[in-house]
């Protein structure tokens, strides 16, 4: 779609998709219908982040494209972090539905903000040795990058995976001490500040040092929060544990959509950037598997290490595989 339609027209139609699956959450109670409601919004999401990075790569220079992928990435926590507070007052006052208005206001502003944002210049279509116009398909993507995506792909892989673990974890470990609710969303809640307020820095570092300088930090530093997530014993030890998992999350902003434009063809651009998105959303449904059958089959404390070990693996494949010099 992004290739096809261009990423202003993908962008504007899966913020518009999304908000017809949030008003069914509005308008229909019946579980059938809000599950298609959730089913469209999550398509929409996978459209919608792939035309916006396919966007700022070609919109942004080399030189500042790690910043700028750090910042989408940083407001995107931002928002996050302000969504929950934003549907929480609006539900105070009409009850649950307002967590959904909440939400269709926020989409139906991001459509108009992507309807008017500038088209990018239209690139010439690659020709053949003959003269012909050749056809991009995901499969020749795959085909003729495949490098990338087997070896820094398999690190975005595993970034991923912690990633997404890193959401359960702390939740989890909060219950295995026996913290009630609310300690545990504080302590949530300040490793997520700690996240917001790093990620411009490491933008800036990325373009001045290299990719490697944060992606590999980023690794190491969350391999050590969940390597000593299991030996805290009390709330005040979670909560450091938790702000160092924040920290290396937080400077690890942009760094899976900076390398993925660091790598992509100038030509079939949207169609790497798909499969590049493929491998992260392997890792997301692979870590939280993870997780949980070996806590269920072990305990939570091997299934945490087992995910500290992925993050290891990961700073392993980054440093080893990222190219030392600046992209340009």
Request: glycine fraction near 14%.
């Amino acid at each position: 779609m992004t290739a096809k339609w261009g990423e202003r027209k993908a962008m504007t139609a899966a913020a518009a998709w999304a908000a017809l699956g949030m008003g069914l959450g509005i308008f229909d109670s019946q579980l059938g219908i809000f599950a298609i409601g959730v089913l469209m919004i999550g398509m929409a999401g996978s459209v919608f982040n792939l035309a916006r990075q396919s966007y700022l790569a070609e919109a942004v220079p080399p030189e500042f494209r790690a910043r700028a992928m750090s910042t989408l990435g940083g407001v995107a926590r931002i928002g996050v972090f302000i969504g929950p507070f934003a549907a929480a007052g609006v539900m105070s006052l009409i009850g649950i539905t307002g967590a959904y208005w909440v939400g269709l206001g926020a989409l139906i502003a991001a459509m108009v903000i992507s309807l008017r944002i500038p088209d990018l210049e239209v690139r010439s279509p690659p020709r053949a040795a003959d003269g012909t116009t050749r056809k991009i398909t995901m499969a020749g993507i795959a085909r003729n990058h495949w490098r990338p995506l087997a070896t820094v792909g398999l690190g975005v892989f595993c970034i991923a995976a912690v990633r997404a673990s890193r959401q359960v974890v702390i939740p989890l470990w909060a219950d295995n001490l026996g913290l009630d609710a609310t300690t545990a969303s504080l302590i949530y809640g300040l490793s997520g500040a700690i996240d917001m307020l790093v990620f411009y820095p490491a933008g800036k570092v990325m373009d001045r040092r290299g990719r490697v300088w944060v992606a590999v930090p980023c690794m190491l530093i969350m391999a050590v929060a969940l390597g000593l997530m299991p030996l805290a014993s009390g709330g005040t030890t979670l909560l450091l544990a938790a702000m160092l998992l924040g920290l290396g999350n937080g400077i690890g902003s942009g760094i899976v959509m900076t390398l993925g434009a660091d790598h992509s063809p100038e030509h079939g651009r949207p169609q790497f950037l798909g499969l590049w998105r493929l491998m992260a959303d392997g890792g997301v449904m692979a870590g939280p598997v993870l997780l949980s059958a070996l806590a269920a089959t072990l305990s939570l404390a091997v299934g945490i290490w087992a995910v500290a070990g992925i993050s290891l693996l990961g700073a392993v494949l980054f440093g080893y595989f990222i190219p030392r010099s600046r992209p340009r």
